[in-house]
């Protein structure tokens, strides 16, 4: 057995999703930014032909042999068995070893702030540096979200995993793969999260929006053929009466969406002259869409965003699938008054950066 000096430690960012929230699973753009709350990943070898993993945050520990065909266990470290059956079926690793894994994270679970995808990435990051599979941060990615999607069978897209695995904010057109990525540099300082403490599966919204929205599709495609990277609302208008209500409620929900993340991405692009409070607005405007269209917003997070506002924010969302978790303030100067009224509000706040960073091996 090796000594406590041989862990090793790895880790990856939560994200919050400034434009595109509900965007990716339908091939159109997102722009999600990497946040300072990270979670770590600690391996040791351990000598043995199993993988035993230990969490304070789950309170909870698991033991799965690599000498035998990896299943899932349906417990909180599936995320890490998700991984491995994902790289052993596109033949990625064939020299697994044991290994003693600890899991630390500062990122709230259920919250909306990508705690799973952290987590795949911190983890899969180790699992390429510990056995040199030689994948640079995009396969990472990709991995994650195949392990997340189709392994795990979370309706999740491909924003989290990308976030995380890539930093910083980034753009990204999610019609793939190969997925056009751009890296904006925009001072995104005076970020809050308010926490709702409302905890819920992202699943749960994922699963009721994408079969409304797919079945919508479906229902429109079949009295006009439309492309929903191009569809216009009045075009949207004049089928009406062929799909159902809530499926044009969420596709209208989707294309304001869209046509708000156009307009971010035009706006990041303008090197040095960004406008933030047009930046702010289009974050509330959002909000608007996913509260009143897509339907996925709770009393409990549209009090934090009016209180935010109230308090000077320039804008403010829910981040995440909804039904639950946090908002995102944009709130550069005003950051403790935003984040006092959060706390006066119900919510728990925290004062965050960008981090630049995506998974990565700590020093
Ligand atoms: C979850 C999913 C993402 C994305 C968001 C909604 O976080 O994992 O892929 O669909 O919900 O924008």
Not at 106 to 120: E, N, R, V
Not at 159 to 175: E, K, P, R
Not at 304 to 323: E, H, P
Request: glycine share 8%.
């Amino acid at each position: 057995m090796n000594k406590t000096s041989d862990i090793q430690y790895y880790s990856a960012p939560g994200r919050v999703c400034l434009y595109g929230e509900h965007q990716d699973y339908l091939k159109l753009k997102v722009v999600p930014a990497a946040i300072n709350l990270r979670t770590i990943v600690g391996i040791k070898d351990n000598g043995l032909e199993s993988i035993r993993v230990k969490s304070r945050e789950m309170g909870s520990s698991d033991e799965f042999s690599i000498s035998k065909k990896i299943n899932l266990a349906k417990n909180e470290f599936d995320y890490l068995r998700a991984i491995i059956i994902t790289m052993q079926k596109e033949d990625l690793v064939d020299n697994l070893t044991g290994l003693d894994v600890t899991i630390e994270s500062s990122i709230p679970i259920g919250s909306g702030l990508s705690s799973s995808a952290a987590l795949l990435v911190a983890w899969a990051t180790a699992l390429n540096d510990r056995f040199q599979l030689d994948l640079n941060i995009e396969k990472i990615a990709l991995l994650c979200f195949k392990a997340e999607n189709h392994i795990l069978g979370v309706n999740c897209g491909i924003m989290d995993q990308y976030s995380s695995s890539l930093g910083g904010i980034i753009g990204l057109d999610c019609d793939g793969p190969p997925y056009e990525i751009s890296k904006y540099t925009t001072d995104f300082s005076g970020l809050i999260i308010g926490d709702s403490c409302v905890r819920r599966s992202a699943n749960e919204p994922l699963t009721v929006l994408k079969n409304q929205l797919y079945s919508g599709i479906e229902n429109l495609q079949k009295v006009t053929p439309f492309n929903l990277k191009k569809i216009t609302f009045e075009e949207l208008k004049r089928a009406k009466a062929s799909i159902a209500p809530n499926e044009y409620k969420r596709l209208h929900g989707t294309i304001v969406i869209r046509d708000l993340t156009e307009e971010a991405l035009r706006n990041l692009a303008k090197k040095n002259t960004h406008n933030l409070p047009l930046l702010g607005e289009l974050l509330t405007k959002q909000q608007d869409a996913l509260r009143d269209l897509l339907e996925v917003s709770i009393p409990e997070l549209d009090n934090l965003v009016i209180a935010s506002l109230k308090a000077g924010a320039l804008g403010a969302k829910l981040t995440g699938a909804g039904y639950g978790g946090c908002i995102i303030a944009l709130a550069p100067g005003k950051e403790k008054e935003v984040a006092v009224a959060i706390e006066n509000a119900g919510g728990k706040a925290i004062i965050c950066q960008v981090d630049p960073e995506g998974g990565k091996k700590e020093k």
